[in-house]
């Protein structure tokens, strides 16, 4: 696997070649970018070894140091603009990673994060745009970029837990096997939510259903894992990629923050954490193997030649490592 971490961009038309590598733009966000960076690349290099990975920013973390925590690190040479990315080139998926907003409203976020929300509803827009017109073959949205796009594209809005909602859930495979969860056998699986956001589960079914999409994944409060636009888009509000540690690590923080009144992660023996070593072990396969399929789908939608870049309004031979056999969760 490549990275590629700066460089020109080429303007349309682009030279394409159908059976390059997957080409992959992940656009980080999240406040610890440099553990993000390392762990969205450690799982893409295990779903697909041969993968180019394009490191990307929003623009406007040159503008303001309170967007992003790790300023110095997305301004850096080995990061992009989305804008100079995405609509230029050919791009097989593109993950937008999450953020530490979720206690805040989406009103909160248009008045103290102006640029920032205003730039993410301009890439969610612009990621709709690209999928449909054929300039991305997929787009995978993480956690609050999932929720946020709901609300942006879809008119979901969402409600705020007076307490942080994690630790270890259920979650529930639909009846008929869904392509992003193939090699999964049973219909159970435990896997980590974190988050103070939720939606309303019967409005953000019709949304779905009404605009082309289907649930993979059924988590304690609705849809964890569900597509949109005839599967171009695809979002996951849980975290099977969460370490044994994780849910202790965040417990920690909370109580270093707010006291020794924050919750408690549910389902999550913080005093033994280790009996929870097979769940952990379960998801180390799983994570992976979710993006080896988004990535899978992505390329069975890519064109023998690319569209040409289309302005949207208002913007400026797969060789995969083996995971074993089928997935078995108990």
């Known amino acids: 696997m490549s990275i590629n971490t700066f460089g020109a961009v080429a303007s349309s038309p682009v030279n394409f070649n159908p059976n390059r590598r997957p080409r992959i733009v992940l656009i980080n966000i999240m406040d ?24 990307c920013r929003m623009a406007c973390a040159k503008k303001d140091a309170k967007y992003f925590l790790e ?32 206690k805040l409203t989406y009103q909160d976020m248009a008045s103290q994060y102006k640029g920032f929300w205003n730039e993410s509803c301009s890439l969610f ?11 991305v073959g997929h787009a ?13 594209l879809y008119s979901v809005d969402k409600q705020i837990h007076p307490k942080k909602f994690y630790g270890l859930f259920k979650h529930y495979l639909p009846e008929e096997p869904h392509p992003l969860l193939a090699g999964i056998e049973d219909r159970e699986i435990l896997i980590p939510q974190s988050r103070y956001s939720y939606m309303d589960e019967e409005e953000l079914n019709a949304a779905i259903r009404a605009h082309d999409g ?34 202790s690590r965040e417990y920690a923080k909370g109580v270093e923050k707010e006291g020794s009144d924050f919750e408690l992660p549910q389902n999550y023996d913080l005093k033994d954490i280790q009996r929870h070593t097979e769940t952990f072990e379960r998801l180390k396969t799983l994570s992976p193997l979710l993006y080896r399929n988004i990535i899978i789908h992505a390329l069975s939608v890519r064109p023998s030649q690319p569209k040409p870049a289309q302005h949207l309004e208002n913007q400026g031979e ?13």
């Open 214 to 247: 289907t649930v993979a994944l059924n988590g304690p409060d609705g849809p964890a894992l569900w597509t949109l636009e005839s599967g171009r888009i695809s979002c996951i509000i849980n975290h099977p990629e969460y370490s044994i540690d994780t849910l």
């Open 125 to 135: 827009r612009k990621l709709q745009h690209a999928t449909r017109s054929g300039q």
């Open 32 to 55: 610890n970018a440099e553990g993000t960076e390392k762990h969205f690349v450690k799982t893409l290099q295990t779903a697909h070894p041969e993968a180019e990975i394009v490191l």
């Open 318 to 330: 797969i060789a995969f490592m083996p995971l074993g056999e089928q997935v078995s969760y108990g």
């Open 140 to 152: 995978t949205l993480v956690c609050w970029s999932a929720f946020a796009a709901m609300k942006d």
């Open 71 to 102: 300023q110095d690190y997305l301004c850096s040479d080995r990061y992009q603009d989305w804008q100079e990315v995405i609509g230029r080139d050919y791009v097989d998926l593109v993950i937008v990673t999450g953020i530490n907003r979720g």
